[in-house]
C-alpha cells in the first residue's frame, strides 16, 4: 500500500512569491490535514480537509488555503510568501481524521520543505 | 491552547539505558497518541492509549496516561541508536483537531 505522498519535497521561493504543495493520501483515506513545522513551535495545524470539505482550520492567517479534489488528493497554496513562512510543511492522511474523538491513526508524508528568502 | 507540552526537550543516553520522555496537556481528552519523527522526515505513529486506560505496552515502548494529572509518560528500554528522534505526543478531544506537543529530542549514543 502505497504511503502519503508529498510534493515537491524541497523549494526555495522569494518573498511576495506564491507556492503550491501537494499531498496524494493514503488510497481510501478521505482525511487530509496539514501542518507547519518550524524550530521551536511544534507542528501548528493549519486545516483539515474530509470529502473535499474544510472541517476545520488553525490559526493562519488567510494568505493560507487549502483544497482537495474528489480523489482526495490535497493541496495547500501559500501567497505574498514571507520569510517566516520558511517551514517544513507536512500532510497526514487518515480514515477519519480527528472525527470522534481523534482515534483516528495519522499517516504522514515526508514534507515539503519551504526555504523563503 | 491545548497544546501539549513534552519534557525533557533534549535527551541524550547511552545505547541499552531507558528512556523516558514525558507530555502534559491542558485539557480533557479521548485518547493520547504519541509519534516519532526522525531528522526532516515525516512523523511515524507508535502508540494510542485511551483515556480509560493506565498503561499500554508495544515491544519495547511502556505509555502511562494519568488522566487526573493530565499528563502521559512514554519509556523506551533498552534503547538502540536508531531510536534516535524526536517524539511527539498528540491529543484530540471532541473537536476536529490533533494538538501535538512540541516534541522531546532523543540522542542515542552508540
Known amino acids: 500500500k502505497a504511503g502519503v505522498t508529498q510534493t515537491p519535497r524541497y523549494l526555495i521561493k522569494t518573498r511576495g512569491q506564491q507556492v503550491t504543495l501537494s499531498c496524494s493520501p493514503i488510497?481510501?483515506?478521505?482525511?487530509v490535514s496539514w501542518y507547519q513545522q518550524t524550530p521551536g513551535q511544534g507542528l501548528q495545524f493549519l486545516f483539515e480537509?474530509?470529502?473535499?470539505?474544510?472541517?476545520n482550520k488553525g490559526n493562519f492567517p488567510g494568505r493560507f488555503s487549502g483544497r482537495q479534489f474528489s480523489n482526495s488528493r490535497s493541496e495547500m497554496n501559500v501567497s505574498t510568501l514571507e520569510l517566516g513562512d520558511s517551514a517544513l510543511y507536512l500532510c497526514?492522511?487518515?480514515?477519519?481524521?480527528?472525527?470522534?474523538?481523534?482515534?483516528?491513526?495519522?499517516?504522514f508524508g515526508e514534507g515539503s520543505r519551504l526555504t523563503v528568502l | 491552547s491545548q497544546q501539549g507540552e513534552e519534557d525533557p526537550q533534549a535527551l541524550s543516553i547511552q545505547e541499552g539505558e531507558n528512556a523516558t520522555m514525558n507530555c502534559s496537556y491542558k485539557?480533557?481528552?479521548?485518547?493520547l497518541q504519541w509519534y516519532r519523527q526522525n531528522s526532516g522526515r515525516g512523523l511515524v505513529h507508535l502508540i494510542l492509549?485511551?483515556?480509560?486506560?493506565r498503561e499500554k505496552h508495544s515491544g519495547r515502548l511502556r505509555v502511562t496516561l494519568d488522566t487526573s494529572k493530565k499528563s502521559s509518560s512514554l519509556l523506551i528500554t533498552a534503547s538502540r541508536a536508531a531510536d534516535t528522534a524526536s517524539y511527539f505526543c498528540?491529543?484530540?478531544?471532541?473537536?476536529?483537531?490533533?494538538?501535538f506537543g512540541t516534541g522531546t529530542s532523543l540522542t542515542v549514543i552508540p
Open positions: 497526514a492522511s487518515s480514515l477519519i481524521g480527528a472525527l470522534a474523538g481523534g482515534f483516528g491513526e495519522l499517516f
Open positions: 488510497s481510501g483515506h478521505r482525511s
Open positions: 480537509y474530509f470529502s473535499e470539505t474544510q472541517r
Open positions: 485539557t480533557s481528552i479521548n485518547n
Open positions: 492509549i485511551r483515556s480509560n486506560e
Open positions: 498528540a491529543t484530540a478531544s471532541t473537536g476536529n483537531q490533533f494538538y
